[in-house]
């Protein structure tokens, strides 16, 4: 559409995907909270006031319960609809690895909050450099952006790592996935906390083991091989490593288990059905309606009945 404010003009029902300054919409518009609420306090009153008259739709439960308390709002008016792993996570042929090597692989976004610095020192802790077998890989995400390239730097002078480009496709991304035996989701615990964490079902859905920060969302992405650990520590994280290739890797039908877990048909069902729902009175609104009961005119004062004399009771002699 030509501009922001023409979406106002639709009919049909309105979902924003990413965050929008407030727009008139002819009915509740939707709005997917895929990230958790801004920490900075104009970044907090900006998002706040485009949501006033917006129905929330978080990826998980964690998530829904931080935007409800961030809006101010029942946790009861904030649906909840899981994401979904492609189906070329399902479909990958698995790499063997070779005998005496553990392939782990860190597949986000080279930033802070995604535990990057997290993930280097783990590198440096003594479980790990002592253990020739394990071969890390990294990918180049988030490197076009300024901290991302900075990282970037850092990543690519450490000699355990290799550092290969980012995947641009549910199948590229598939194929890396597949030819590693853990993937590691050390989100950051401190400031920013993951609302769901798709990549945690992708790697289960390509038969890879997952060691994940015990934070935000990512408990709730449990296919059958997630494995939690405490958040922003390098030794829980080398130790859930080691954890996790202990375990024998998930079989044939443990991975068709995990994958009939956030599937696109449930994804789509779940969201259709919030489409379904009675829609609930927005804040916005319920301002709008107060305020139109306040200006109805007064009634009319009432008309006051006479005064109904009584006769005095006469005295009965004794």
């Known amino acids: 559409m030509p501009a922001l404010e023409d979406v106002g003009e639709l009919a049909g029902v309105v979902v924003f995907v ?43 439960r964690y ?32 790499t063997t690895s070779p ?10 976004r080279l930033s802070p909050e995604k535990g990057i610095y997290t993930f ?19 990918t180049t995400a988030g490197a076009d952006k300024p901290q991302g390239h900075i990282i970037e730097g850092m990543v690519r002078a450490h000699p355990r790592v290799d550092l290969v480009s980012a995947r641009v496709s549910p199948e590229e991304m598939a194929v890396l996935v597949a ?66 290739l202990s375990c024998a890797p998930p079989t044939p039908t443990q991975r068709a288990a995990a994958a009939t877990c956030f599937t696109i048909e449930q994804s789509v069902d779940a969201l259709l059905g919030v489409f379904e729902e009675p829609e609930p009175v927005t804040p916005l609104r319920m301002v709008r309606e107060l305020e139109a009961l306040i200006s109805l005119p007064d009634a009319p004062a009432s008309v006051r009945r006479p005064a109904t004399t009584t006769r005095p009771v006469e005295e009965v002699p004794s």
Request: proline share 6%; glycine share 6%; hydrophobic share 45%.
């Open 18 to 60: 990413s965050e929008a300054p407030f727009v008139a919409t002819r009915r509740p518009a939707y709005q997917m909270l895929h990230v958790p609420p801004p920490l900075r306090r104009q970044r907090q009153t900006e998002v706040a006031a485009s949501m006033r008259d917006r129905i929330p739709i978080a990826t998980s």
């Open 63 to 94: 998530a829904a319960d931080l935007w409800a308390r961030f809006l101010d709002v029942d946790v009861a008016t904030v649906h909840v609809v899981y994401p979904f792993a492609e189906a070329a996570f399902a479909q990958v042929a698995r």
């Open 99 to 108: 005998r005496g090597v553990a392939r782990v692989l860190y597949a986000g």
């Open 120 to 138: 280097l020192s783990m590198l440096h802790t003594d479980i790990v450099e002592d253990d020739p077998s394990l071969f890390f890989t990294v």
């Open 179 to 244: 030819g590693h035996d853990v993937v590691v989701m050390p989100s950051n615990g401190q400031y920013w906390h993951e609302t769901f964490g798709i990549v945690s079902i992708e790697a289960q859905h390509s038969g890879a083991r997952v060691v994940a920060s015990d934070d935000g969302g990512l408990p709730e992405t449990q296919c059958g091989a997630l494995h939690l650990v405490a958040p922003d520590d390098a030794e829980a994280l080398a130790r859930g490593i080691l954890d996790a």
